[in-house]
């Protein structure tokens, strides 16, 4: 069958590789459910929460010695001594710890099996050399 | 004639013992320096001794005296060996080091912890020997570990001084993975060839690569090559005396001394050899391209300590160890001598390091410069002073050798750039206008500045010739070449005088040159410092802490572990909760049931 004709500009426009898309054309970020909404307007809230405490510091004409930043703490204390109760298992999170974690066990389980068959392999043609040791 | 020469080896070394273990045995005697200076020139003369009969009978010896019976089948015992070189090393470390102690009493005579200073530098010395004669890579180690420590608390002796101690880290921790090195070999070792003595380790057929990479590893820790280099200048904020000791003359040669004790399983190895040839031949560039620069006196000997042990692995390289200890004997010699007369001059300019601030030191400081300019001569190779023979020879080996183009340029450029700054060092301190700062009370008349600088002078100017004319070389050496690669030394060291020479007529005035790509990288020490200290630990650090800690440990070991079954736990109570409402009917009911399906089993 004959190649049909070729797309018209409105169907040829679709999203740039490795960009994503913006706000107004992303349905994720403009038609999102209600539950996302409020999810999203509370963080906002606290965001703003914490600028105003900062700029209060930041814009008094008696500033303290020490100006802390609460977004900085919170951060730090989220990052160092606050990990369990703030880690959910992610499909990265999952990944990441399954090949840190359970990846060198199972490495090195395979890597002791295939030498240790090296050996046998050798010792049954009657080729291996034993190293002059007592280890 | 083994006997003596066992016997007046171990009467050396328990000689230098003796400051360090009398105090234990009585509280009157407490060493002081006049009387560690003499010990060690008491140990120096007995040296000579087992020096002369070696030389004398060429028997060596390997004494082994108790053994460590910690498992059966496999031996650690004490043993020492008596070989050409530990019998040419003890005297002429113990001539470095007796000069050293005396210069130490005028240049320390400040210090209120003179008496720990020189303990100090005592134990260095010691196991500085202990590994020198050890025949066993268990005393080797002892030896080596000790070295490193003595440098640690030595170059740290001033610890208010911030800088102090991070160069006194930086030592251990880039001396520590050179250990790593070490550590895999002794293990190969143990567990391939069930023995750790050096001379049942060589084998006729080719060794193995790995055990000779982790000797190399040792080697370039320990000797500063490139990569594990940073901590050499830094070592100068340790004080002269110790520079002069520990980072030019002997403990810096440790690593290349192990490569020369092992050199028969390196011989067969041609991976090895090359890799030596090319490391020493890129560290002996680097560390003369960042001396091209430097201000500061100490610093500069400093990168030429760097240069000439990148020098010594290039000689290694090329399968000449009884060459690569010549160069360690006879450098020894005019390193500490350039280390004592920048003492001598820094002492007297009242603190003044920068060679921008000093001139005309000639007239001022005459002993001083004089023994400067011999030493520096001889770092140059000038012909029959104590470099030359060493260094004229690895550069006409280097030169008849076959091997790669790019290791033997490298190093005839280090040779030109080694004439460039050692003449540089001797225009700025020695000639031209003073200009250093008004009333410096300057006086050398004190014999004990002089003595030692003069001594080590005559061993600069002599030990040389004597060395070479009293050891059998046992390589033929290259005989014929043409007349060009003969003096090929000589006229590439003239063309880096010249250079020299001509760049400080073009400056009159010692302002800031315009800044280039070239003199960045020289002053900055070829980036090294900021781009690897930072790099590699951050990431290191921030990646573990990331994955190791957070994500496995206090993430998902808890939700596998304890968190994660307390959640399950309690998702099973509260749905089981639902059923307590307390109401009597409820467990009525559950009688009720298991009555019923009692009677319903029971028929």
Known sequence: ?135 | METMLNTLTLITLITLTIPLLLPLLSKKFKPNPLTIMYTTKMAFTTSLLPMMLFMYSNAECITSYWEWKIMTNFKIPLSLKMDQYSMMFFPIALFVTWSILQFAMWYMSSEPYIDKFFSYLLMFLITMLLLTIANNMFLLFIGWEGVGIMSFLLIGWWQGRAEANTAALQAVLYNRIGDIGLIMSMMWMASNTNTWEIHQNFHQECTPTLPLLGLILAATGKSAQFGLHPWLPAAMEGPTPVSALLHSSTMVVAGIFLLIRTHPMLTNNQTALTLCLCLGALSTLFAATCALTQNDIKKIIAFSTSSQLGLMMVTIGLNQPQLAFLHISTHAFFKAMLFLCSGSIIHNLNGEQDIRKMGSLQKLLPVTTTCLTIGNLALMGTPFLAGFYSKDLIIENLNTSHLNTWALLLTLLATTFTATYTTRITLMVQTGHTRTAVITPMNENNQTITDPITRLAMGSILAGLLITSYIIPTKTPPMTMPTTTKTAALIITALGITLALELASMTQTLTQPKQNTYLNFSSSLGYYNPLTHRLTTTKLLNNGQKIATNLIDLSWYKKMGPEGLATMQLMMTKAHTKAHTGLIKAYLESFALSVLIILLYLD
């Open chain 1, 1 to 135: 069958m004959a190649p049909g004709p070729p797309p018209t500009a409105a169907e040829a426009y679709r999203p740039n590789a490795y960009v994503s898309l913006p706000a107004e054309l992303n349905p994720e970020a403009f038609d999102a459910s209600p539950e996302k909404r409020r999810a999203e307007a509370e963080r906002l809230a606290i965001r703003a929460r914490l600028k105003l405490q900062y700029q209060l510091q930041l814009n008094n004409p008696n500033p303290p010695a020490v100006i802390e930043d609460p977004a900085l703490l919170r951060w730090a204390y989220a990052r160092t001594q606050n990990v369990y109760p703030t880690f959910r298992p992610t499909p990265k999170t999952s990944f990441l710890g399954a090949l840190y974690a359970i990846g060198p066990i199972l490495f090195w389980i395979a890597a002791f099996k295939l030498d240790r068959d090296r050996k046998e392999k050798l010792i049954q043609k009657g080729e291996y050399k034993r190293p002059f040791s007592v280890f």
